[in-house]
């Protein structure tokens, strides 16, 4: 039995849950509004503040689909409450960061600047000139606004320059060494 889908998701003071026909669930709380439809086959119950997802059999697919609709719902319920954030670093010489109303400019070693616009219901925040930090209440859209920023120079790994996640290790190369040739 799925252990993730069993567990119950508690639903915190100041949060509402509707759940529609076809498994149309809007979350509504202190820091917005999101919706989503998941797989029809889940069947979702809401009992006073707590919400319990189950299936309707055992077949591979519905198990899989069980921790799935589970998680959905929990990433909602937390999105709408905490929100969430992740953290990015630009690093390099002459590599750095600026933001202007919606509008994020990204110098990277190029010969332009790389413009990006920030999505609806996401914010990025530029802290000094090399710490970007995206926010928002849809998981899945801060990762992957996210991944998009990481995209535009991922870090490489001679010098560990580029645009890395905080909590992301570079694996370091060494150089070539001179040997060889006499």
């Given amino acids: 039995m799925s252990r993730i889908g069993r567990m119950p998701i508690a639903i915190p003071a100041g949060v509402t849950v509707e759940v529609a026909e076809n498994n149309k669930v809007t979350v509504k709380g202190p820091k917005g509004t999101l919706e989503r439809v998941l797989p029809a086959e889940m069947e979702i119950k809401l009992e006073g503040a707590e919400l319990t997802v189950s299936r309707p059999n055992d077949l591979k697919k519905m198990k899989s689909l069980h921790g799935l609709t589970r998680t959905l719902i929990n990433n909602m319920v937390v999105g709408v409450t905490q929100g969430y954030e992740k953290k990015l670093e630009v690093n390099g010489v002459g590599y750095r960061a600026a933001k202007a109303g919606k509008k994020l400019t990204l110098n990277l070693g190029y010969s332009h600047p790389v413009e990006m616009q920030d999505p ?58 001179g040997k060889g040739k006499k």
Wanted: no cysteine.
């Fill in 120 to 177: 609806e219901g996401i914010e990025s925040v530029v802290e000094g000139q090399n710490v970007i930090i995206i926010k928002g209440i849809d998981k899945e859209k801060v990762g992957q606004y996210a991944a998009e920023i990481r995209d535009k120079r991922r870090p490489e790994p001679y010098k560990g320059k580029g645009i890395k996640y905080a909590t992301e290790t570079i694996r370091r190369k060494e150089g070539k060494t």
